[in-house]
């Protein structure tokens, strides 16, 4: 069970699988949450399942997440933060599979990106369950604009729902996520075309379809409406990756056309090294310490401690601000996994930070 958020109100725009699970998540951690959707069928469908207490904006609300397709996310972002007499405290959130255009088109210290690493075969409200980003990884993108205080508290919110952090650049997610995400995709959605054609000639074909295919091709049944829109937005580096898989068939074609059993193996045997050493989920650390980060008030020095942290792969469970009473300087207040609490440390002292580590009673 995870500790309640402290009680307010919070509005979720886009009542599909995410939104109806993040207001799910939210409205069981204590908080009033309001709900909109384009087809205002499906929010009274949400306010009668309970996924919402009302329909409609809440002005009064600190929290505002945008959970609408890609090409929408833009304007939908920036009419929120120029909607008058909004709560002076406001963080405005995404869920978007693709960060760069957002981080190029918004510069408000309100509004943080945001990505959650989750889904579900199922699609829409009935795939909805306040679960399902317990484990998952939820990545943020803080800027050079960021506001700590805001950053400190949606990444608490995160925490609550059961997500682990992780504060990456938007470039950056937007590669990475190409090569784990994006790409898979569309890969399980070529299999399954070839599979589809195939089973034209040789009915069999698909009763054939057992465990690993079927792993295999599992992500191909979600949405297929949101991935135009992801591909267009993240076109290069999904791109770049494809040009890279589209080598790397080509070489095992050549492999197995010239019987190359000793390089089959090789690249069979490094894919399933890789394989089982992935992590089944993310978990919280055994043993975590308090890493205190002393900083100025200068913009950027958010984003900087937080992706230092997710480059040397350091788990950050909780993050806090504290301000000097004299203004002008304040403390960052990382609970992390002790495993590579040093590293982190040094790599921060590298960078001119002054840092110590501290146990947890």
């Not at 197995?256 to 390089?263: C, F, L």
């Amino acid at each position: 069970m995870t500790e309640p958020v402290d009680s307010g109100r919070a509005v979720v725009i886009g009542l599909g699988l995410i939104g109806g699970s993040i207001a799910l998540g939210l409205k069981e951690q204590g908080l009033r949450v309001s709900g909109l959707d384009v087809d205002h069928s499906r929010a009274e469908e949400a306010l009668r399942l309970g996924m919402i207490d009302a329909i409609g904006d809440d002005l009064s609300a600190e929290l505002v997440i945008v959970c609408v397709p890609a090409a929408a996310v833009v304007a939908i972002v920036g009419e929120v933060l120029a909607t008058e007499d909004r709560s002076p405290q406001v963080i405005v959130t995404d869920v978007c599979g693709v960060k760069m255009p957002l981080s190029g088109a918004i510069h408000d210290v309100r509004f943080i990106g945001g990505h959650p690493m989750a889904g579900s075969e199922q699609l829409g409200l009935d795939g909805a369950r306040a679960d399902l980003f317990v484990g998952a990884t939820w990545v943020l993108t803080p800027s050079p604009t960021t506001d700590a205080t805001r950053y400190a508290k949606l990444s608490s919110i995160v925490s609550k729902l059961g997500a682990m952090p992780l504060a990456l650049d938007a470039a950056d997610h937007d590669r990475l996520v190409a090569v784990v995400s994006h790409v898979p995709h569309l890969l399980a959605a070529t299999l399954m075309h070839r599979a589809v054609i195939g089973a034209a000639s040789d009915g069999a074909l698909l009763q054939l379809a057992a465990g690993g295919f079927r792993d295999m091709t599992r992500v191909a049944a979600g949405d297929p409406a949101i991935w135009p829109e992801l591909c267009a937005a993240n076109a290069v580096a999904i791109t770049a990756t494809l040009d890279q898989v589209i080598g790397d068939l080509h070489e095992l074609r050549d492999m197995v056309s010239a019987g190359d059993r000793s390089g089959l193996e090789r690249f069979l045997t490094a894919s399933s090294t890789a394989r089982r050493a992935l992590p089944a989920k993310q978990e919280l650390p055994k043993s975590l310490v308090l890493l205190k980060v002393v900083v100025t008030d200068r913009p950027g020095i958010l984003a900087d401690v937080t992706t230092v942290a997710s480059d040397l792969q350091v788990n950050v469970v909780d993050l806090q601000i504290a301000h000097s009473v004299e203004g002008g300087a304040g403390v960052l207040q990382l609970t992390i996994d002790e495993v590579r609490s040093q590293d982190l440390r040094r790599a921060l002292v590298e960078r001119g930070y002054r840092c110590t580590l501290e146990a947890l009673a």
